[in-house]
Nanobody
Framework: QVQLVESGGGLVQAGGSLRLSCAAS????????MGWFRQAPGKEREFAAA???????TYADSVKGRFTISRDNIKNTVYLQMNSLKPEDTAVYYC???????????????WGQGTQVTVTS
């Protein structure tokens, strides 16, 4: 089982940028498909971005063109670069690991504890 720890959240003004990190330990990191999800208050956890072992990526329409997922298999870390942030991006962001990358929460076996991102207008 892989363990995941997110960091990099914070408070930022609309239009600003943040980079989230997710450090993995345990099983071989490069084996996993990795995803980022987010959950706003009172809402379901929703997909944001995912990256395959091979490097392929997919994004939710709401973040496409603004967010970039990447991974460093040497550092066992996946990143989410978030640019042009909007107040509606405010949420707790979670990283997740699974056998394959997917837009579905059920495809992921391991989750981090989450990091708060707050975007002010």
């Amino acid at each position: 089982q892989v363990q995941l720890v997110e960091s990099g959240g914070g408070l930022v003004q609309a239009g600003g940028s943040l980079r989230l990190s997710c450090a993995a330990s345990g099983r071989t990191f490069s084996y996993y498909g990795m995803g980022w999800f987010r959950q706003a208050p009172g809402k379901e956890r929703e997909f944001a971005a995912a990256m395959a072992r091979s490097g392929g990526t997919t994004y939710a329409d709401s973040v496409k063109g603004r967010f970039t997922i990447s991974r460093d298999n040497i550092k066992n870390t996946v990143y989410l670069q978030m640019n042009s942030l909007k107040p509606e991006d405010t949420a707790v962001y979670y990283c997740a690991a699974g056998d394959k990358y997917s837009v579905y929460r059920s495809s992921y076996d391991a989750w981090g504890q989450g990091t708060q991102v707050t975007v002010t207008s």
